[in-house]
């Protein structure tokens, strides 16, 4: 019994820090990741877990095809076809890893798992709080004009914090009426994750915002009333007037219309002109390799090619496109874009199926889903998501995670 509650012990402290430490310890999201993987292999070595687990698997066959549809299809790219590289795979292991995690957490009790919300916090509060000590000490990352930290660029160091400080909120549970103390900490966190993306001025992640308060505030008791709902879109629009009026905000629409003038007059040497020039360099490659592309990882060298056969500027070479679309279009055509969406679809459906439930953890956990992989989608439009470890393991094991508490919830409910 000790043991047990050991290791219950371990792997709900793994799950809080995964987020926690995103941004502030290089890796350690993935050595968390480990750590959950590692008990739940010991977990599934005893046969009497199998049926459970057999239940599971029966149940959220979709869910597990989805997690595994993309890093199989790269792994017959490499072992098959020999294009691709197992480094571009790397990331990509995280979705099928994360499977044996799903079943092992699935066992838990709901107020263990539930506690990855605290981890969602603590992660947002110190975004925030890394915005003031990088504009005190500019020499540390990226100065005082966009912020991000010593291993992470403003544009995922932005959207991941946007992203934790819209789950920090979106935790507060639904049908019940929560302390001050916690809807005030979730509430400066949300501050907090949204100033970090503000300052790090990662403007494709404010696409997001949209989908982020709906997910917020959705399944909410005080938004039934037409007044209550009127008075909270006055209050998002005189926020995004004032937000509208402030320098950064200003200066970063500036700049994107600034760059599309200059593409006008045919200068594409300016942010935006790179990414629609690899966007375009992107087409002409799966317009080349339509079923499979070139191959996961091969991004750099067909681009280069593309360049010396003289079809781009050499500013588009670049291993990513910017764009998990894009890049995935590219590098494994239809069927990798094929893949991409059923992950896409097949993580965000089970929160979507939940989240009208009667009861409040599996509203709010369903909730929470929505937001980290509606946000990851919308994020993708801009930006390469799951080309990062980091990123694809938070993504990995925080979906797992709260579809396990719903799991959880909902097996704790029959038995009572």
């Known amino acids: ?139 540390v990352a990226y100065g005082v004009q966009r912020v991000g930290n010593p291993y992470t660029n403003p544009i995922p160091f932005g959207d991941t914090a946007l992203v934790l400080g819209f789950l920090s909120v979106a935790s507060i549970r639904r049908g019940t009426h929560a302390h001050w103390a916690e809807v005030t900490i979730k509430l400066v ?46 209050t998002l629009l005189v926020c995004a007037g004032a937000l509208a009026s402030t320098s950064v905000v200003r200066e970063r629409v500036a700049a994107f219309h600034t760059d599309l003038q200059d593409l006008q007059h045919g200068d594409a040497d300016t942010s935006t002109g790179v990414r629609f020039g690899l966007w375009r360099a992107s087409l002409r490659l799966y317009a080349s390799h339509p079923l499979l592309g070139v191959g996961r990882g091969g991004l750099e060298s067909a681009t280069r090619s593309l360049v010396k056969q003289g079809e781009g500027s050499p500013l588009i070479i670049n291993g990513r496109a910017h764009s998990e679309f894009f890049s995935v279009l590219a590098e494994t055509g239809t069927i990798g874009v094929a893949a991409l969406l059923f992950l896409y679809a097949g993580t965000f459906l089970p929160f979507w199926r939940n989240r009208n439930s009667a009861d409040a953890d599996i509203a709010t956990a369903s909730y929470m889903g929505m937001t980290l992989v509606g946000g990851t989608v919308i994020f993708g439009l801009t930006i390469d998501v799951l080309t990062l470890v980091m990123n694809t393991a938070f993504f990995a094991l925080t979906t797992a995670t709260l579809l396990a508490w719903i799991e959880a919830r909902k097996r704790e409910i029959g038995e009572a």
């Open 1 to 139: 019994m000790r043991t047990i509650r050991m290791l219950g012990f371990v792997t709900t402290a793994a799950l809080v820090l995964s987020p926690a430490l995103m941004l502030s310890l290089r890796g350690g999201t993935g050595y968390c990741f480990f750590v959950v993987l590692a008990l739940a292999l010991v977990y599934l070595r005893d046969k009497s877990h199998w049926a459970r687990v057999a239940e599971l698997y029966r149940q959220h066959r979709t869910f597990v095809a989805a997690l595994l549809a993309l890093p199989c299809l790269v792994l017959f790219q490499i072992v098959v076809l020999r294009i691709g590289n197992f480094p571009a795979l790397d990331p990509l292991l995280r979705l099928a890893l994360v499977v044996p995690s799903f079943f092992f957490l699935a066992s838990l009790d709901s107020r263990q798992l539930r506690l990855v919300q605290w981890g969602c916090v603590a992660g947002a509060l110190w975004c925030g709080g890394w915005v003031f000590y990088q504009m005190a000490h500019p020499a």
């Open 189 to 234: 966190a949300l501050f907090g994750g949204c100033y970090a993306s503000y300052a790090s001025g990662a403007r494709g992640g404010w696409i997001a915002l949209p989908l982020l308060i709906w997910a917020a505030v959705g399944g909410r008791h005080w938004l039934a009333s037409t007044r209550a709902r009127m008075a909270f879109a006055s």
